[in-house]
């Protein structure tokens, strides 16, 4: 087998992009999906909606891991609020095992949005850190194919 710092030069791009570089170099195999008893890790099809993130009150929270189609995606998310809290910051995080988390994006308007990012990765969740007591957040993802990576 070939040493990938050879494959890669590890002298550009983030680590993140490196990490991304060596799961593309490893191939399309599914991963198998780390097993918990409490939240096992449903997957996200293709043009589904689904949300990751549901209600939450508690801060901070942990929204449920899904797993991620193969290959390049883009992920368009979408932040709900019961009531505009008065801050709020939430993050989307990205895995490659299930286990150890990079966030990718994070959003802190109190009003809602819809953002989209390109990612690789096998495993998506989001973060509720910061909120408002009486604030219930939401977060929603739309998974689907990236046409050029």
Do not use: C
Not at 16 to 34: F, K, M, N, Q, R
Not at 87 to 114: F, H, M, P, R
């Amino acid at each position: 087998m070939a040493n990938v710092s050879q494959l890669i030069n590890l002298s550009t791009g983030s680590p993140s992009d490196i990490a991304h570089l060596i799961a593309d170099w490893l191939g399309p195999e599914p991963v198998p999906i780390p097993p918990t008893e409490e939240n096992p890790p449903s997957a996200i099809n293709l043009g589904q909606t689904e949300t990751i993130l549901s209600d939450s009150t508690i801060v901070p929270t942990t929204g449920s891991a899904f797993a991620l189609p193969a290959g390049g995606t883009r992920l368009t998310w979408q932040t709900v609020f019961s009531v505009i809290p008065v801050s709020v910051t939430i993050y989307l995080q990205v895995s490659l095992d299930g286990a150890k988390w990079a966030t990718i994006d994070e959003s802190s308007n109190i009003l809602g949005e819809i953002r989209s990012k390109r990612v690789n990765s096998r495993f998506i969740r989001a973060v509720l850190n910061e909120a408002d007591e009486a604030v219930s957040a939401s977060v929603k993802v739309l998974v689907r194919r990236e046409r050029a990576w």
